[in-house]
């Protein structure tokens, strides 16, 4: 059961153009929605992350969108550089609700994004 | 402030053998999980710790266990390796409050012939 699905594999993005990356969920319990970059053989390093009370945070380049009756989210990148080539993973998690998942995130399967120059 | 320190880097072990990892959090940070990154299954929980005790586990085999030292640094075991435990074994921490970003180690990659 995949409570959190990034169904593209891939995205190919010309540098300069805008990045569009998108992640939807099925647990209605998830309340904090976080985005996290990977290069191989590395950990993941947070990009940018959500509470489930606004539905949009921006951080310089990087603007999260959540959409919770649609149980979607998407992470834009403007403009798109050639080192934001990686990985970018969607993870989830309940925080304050009942049950709350104390470092747990359930991710996505990535999707790995090249930015062409 | 330094960032999750996880030793050793790169390990390779035989099929049946044990292995123990080391992950010590950032200064500060009470809450240690642990991950396993598989291509064909992702980022996957294992375990968390919060001051030396379990609070979380994740649907892994009691083949795999943890534990967390008063100094909130951790150490997860495997037993009995098997060729499928190969992979990337990562350490994340946090405050522990819960509902909050976690700060990943670079990982320990383990192969296991």
């Known amino acids: 059961d995949q409570q959190v699905k990034q169904n593209s594999p891939s995205l190919s993005v010309q540098e300069g153009r805008i990045s569009i990356l998108n992640c939807d969920y099925t647990n209605s319990m998830f309340d904090y929605f976080l985005w996290y970059k990977k290069y191989p053989a590395e950990g993941p390093t947070f990009l940018i992350s959500?509470?489930?009370?606004?539905d949009k945070n921006e951080d310089g380049r990087f603007t999260v969108f959540l959409n919770k009756s649609a149980k979607h989210l998407s992470l834009h990148i403007v403009p798109s550089q050639p080192g934001d080539s990686a990985v970018y993973f969607c993870a989830a998690s309940r925080g304050n609700a009942g049950g709350t998942s104390y470092g747990k995130l359930t991710f996505g399967q990535g999707t790995i994004l090249t930015v062409h120059p | 402030k330094a960032g999750v320190t996880q030793t050793p880097r790169y390990l390779i072990k035989t099929r049946g053998q044990q292995v123990t990892l080391s992950c010590s959090p950032i200064s500060g940070h009470r809450s240690v999980s642990w991950y396993q990154q598989t291509p064909g299954q992702g980022l996957q929980f294992l375990f968390e710790?919060?001051?030396?005790?379990?609070?979380n586990k994740g649907n892994f085999p009691g083949r795999f266990s943890g534990r967390q030292f008063s100094n909130s640094r951790s150490e997860m075991n495997v037993s009995t390796l098997e060729l499928g435990d190969s992979a990337l074994y990562l350490c994340?921490?946090?405050?522990?409050?819960?509902?909050?970003?976690?700060?990943f180690g670079s990982g320990t990659q383990l192969s296991v012939l």
């Open positions: 994340a921490s946090s405050i522990g409050q819960g509902g909050e970003k976690l700060f």
């Open positions: 710790y919060f001051s030396e005790t379990q609070r």
């Open positions: 959500i509470s489930s009370i606004k």
